[in-house]
């Protein structure tokens, strides 16, 4: 379960890719990785202070605060699904 951490760990050097690519990547190994909400919490902890520009993590880390911790990789999944299908929507 930490490799949630490491990976947070390594996207946040990414100096490159813009705030939707690294959120997309998170998002991804979040839901895949069925997190407890400590490790969650502490991998946008991460995330945020690499990137403190970067608004959507935090909007994301407080939605995903709001949910059970059993069901952080199943809404971790639900945002990437609207995040990938909202420029469809527009």
């Known amino acids: 379960m930490d490799n949630i951490i490491k990976y947070s760990e390594k996207i946040a050097k990414d100096r490159y ?3 939707s690519e690294i959120i997309r990547k998170f998002l991804q190994k979040l839901s895949e990785c069925n997190p407890t ?3 969650m919490c502490k991998s946008f902890d991460i995330l945020i202070d690499a990137h403190p520009d970067m608004t959507i993590f935090k909007s ?3 939605i995903l ?3 059970p911790e059993d069901g952080i990789s199943t809404a971790s999944q ?6 990938e299908f909202a420029p469809v929507k527009i």
């Open 17 to 19: 890719s813009g705030s």
């Open 78 to 83: 639900e945002i990437l699904n609207s995040l």
């Open 37 to 39: 909400r400590e490790q």
């Open 60 to 62: 994301i880390y407080k």
């Open 65 to 67: 605060c709001n949910v």
